[in-house]
């Protein structure tokens, strides 16, 4: 029997069978398929050939030290200028009790981005870092974005060795996926104009996996990109991983238009976010896993895509209990989900959840805190 009605699609099934490598035309044409389901079951046998049911999540918390930033991303509702009331700095007095709460509900995780905020010091980020360390050395801390790494350089006049190997020292473990948005011009420009360009992003991954940190990387999609930026910023990073191996896992990030300068743009449909995780399993061949983030796609969506080429939900997510820079489509401004709720989501789905640290490794649990 054939795998779809769509007679491209079988051709690319039967080049995912062989095991080769999709070209950036094979991806357009994957997403210009009709055949939704067909995508997501090819999709699906890839996320099964090197996970099988496994599907991971982990208890972790969001932390954004500062929401002020002078990069003035057209997609961000999150940033404040410094004049603006609502603009906040955490101090560490504060920043230490955000992330104890976290570990007393059993976090294993501190994912830690803020702001571009010039009026900081460097040492507020080493200190914020040492201090998180010094209280709680077994949270892993997955630390500052490609953008931030590449701001403190040029702020702060370092090589990026130096703010690597400085950030290392006081306690950064790892580097979360954020700023990647999309790297093709002239999008890249149109959104993010005072960001770090393409480049500069993919050649700092590679200098963190240089370093022998794990990174991982997103997408931003469905706002005024085309399927030619989704297809170039995939066939991108797939290059990096070839030549650094450092990238954990791939996170493409549904657009959500309230609150941003783009607002008045739909977002991206169900479909599209399926298909885009679909695509983006079959193109990342490098890449050991895909995260579905529930709190853009929603708890429902969410769980339909792990049957289209994702093994990762995320975690429980707690917000530190300010405006967050975490943008829900269906969860009402509740950023938060229960351990029990992401087991169920999973299994529920016919798969099965492990507990996961921020390298993939199973955590055990001591039966009282399981
Ligand atoms: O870089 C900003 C995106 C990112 C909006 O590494 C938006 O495990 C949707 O990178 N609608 C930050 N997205 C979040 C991020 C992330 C999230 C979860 C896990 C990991 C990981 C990384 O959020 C930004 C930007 O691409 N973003 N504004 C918006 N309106």
Known sequence: ME??????LNELASKVEAGERLSFEDGLALFASEDVPALGRLADTVRRRLHGRVTYYNVNRHFNPTNVCYADCKFCGFFRTPRQPDAYTHNIEDSLRIAGEAVREGATELHIVGGLNTKLPF?????????????????????????????????????????????????MDSCPGGGAEIFREPTRSMICAHKTDAQRWLDLSGKVHAAGLKTNAT???????????????????????????????????????????????PGPSGVDSLKTMAVSRLMLDNFPHVKSYWVMLGKRLA????????????????????????????????????????????????????????????????????
């Open 3 to 8: 795998f779809s009605h769509d007679p491209r």
């Open 123 to 171: 040492s507020y980020f080493t200190d914020l870092l040492s201090s998180l360390k010094a209280h709680y050395p077994r949270l892993h801390l997955k630390a500052w974005t490609m953008v931030e790494l590449d701001h403190f350089a040029r702020f702060y006049k370092m090589t990026d060795e130096e703010v690597i190997s400085k950030l290392r020292e006081a306690g």
């Open 219 to 265: 997408m931003l999609y469905g706002h005024i990109e085309a399927l030619e930026d989704r297809v170039d910023h995939l066939v991108r990073l797939r290059e990096q991983q070839d030549k650094s191996r450092g990238f954990q896992c791939f996170i493409p990030l549904a657009f959500y238009p309230p609150g941003s300068q783009l607002a008045h743009l």
């Open 303 to 370: 769980q339909v895509a792990l049957h289209y080429g994702a093994n990762d939900l995320d975690g429980t997510i707690t917000e530190g209990g300010e405006l967050s820079e975490s943008y829900s489509v269906e969860s009402n401004g509740e950023v938060k989900m229960s351990k029990d709720e992401i087991v169920a989501l999973i299994e529920d789905a016919g798969l099965q959840a492990v507990e996961r640290d921020t390298l993939y490794r199973p955590v055990e649990r001591e039966p009282a805190h399981a």
